[in-house]
């Protein structure tokens, strides 16, 4: 069963830093684009960052030159700095069985796989 495992969720005061992991259960899943989204109460889904392919990286425009992701041995991990309450939200792993490109990596509903997703607090 394919699956995307989320971790490194928490609480954090603003201005502090979190580092939340995917693993994938099929290293295949990795391999062409991979995306963290994040869905806030009350609101709908947005896509946070994204890899594809040889590192082409995307970023919203909210948490550029704050977060990171980067493509991990089994998946991909996203090292955010500088939080601020309005990054508090469930955060979700995507996997994509075609590359990104253009605004693809943005859209919930290009993506094949999904993990259950991790909650992160950021307090003032």
């Known amino acids: 069963q394919v699956q995307l495992v989320e971790s490194g969720g928490g609480s954090v005061q603003s201005g502090g830093s979190l580092r939340l992991s995917c693993v994938a259960s099929d290293i295949t899943l990795t391999t062409h684009c991979m995306a963290w989204f994040r869905q806030a109460l009350g609101k709908e889904r947005e896509a946070v960052a994204a890899?594809?392919?040889?590192?082409t990286t995307y970023y919203a425009d909210s948490v550029k030159d704050r977060f990171t992701i980067s493509r991990d041995n089994a998946g991909a991990g996203l090292q955010m700095n500088s939080l601020t309450p309005e990054d508090t939200a469930i955060y979700y792993c995507a996997s994509r069985r075609e590359f990104c490109f253009g605004d693809v990596w943005a859209r919930p509903l290009e993506y094949n796989y999904w993990g259950q997703g991790t909650q992160v607090t950021v307090s003032s």
């Open positions: 890899y594809t392919g040889s590192m």
